[in-house]
């Protein structure tokens, strides 16, 4: 899944990415650890993949 950053926001020891990607309603949000790791070089198109079992599913609407 490809997808563009729309935002970046750094929380300490963790960043948080959304990412649109095109046929999505809402963009896709992603948690990185930041040990290492800088995310304002990422690019703005990101390819995006997880291993099924690491995925999480929210209900629809925040509940």
Do not use: C, H
């Not at 963790?14 to 800088?38: C, D, F, H, W, Y």
């Amino acid at each position: 899944m490809r997808g563009k950053i729309a935002a970046r926001s750094y929380m300490g020891e963790r960043s948080q990415i959304l990412v649109n990607v095109e046929g999505l309603t809402k963009p896709v949000s992603v948690a990185l650890q930041n040990a290492g790791r800088n995310t304002s070089d990422l690019p703005d198109v990101v390819g995006l993949s997880w291993e099924p079992e690491n995925a999480v599913l929210l209900p629809a609407g925040g509940e």
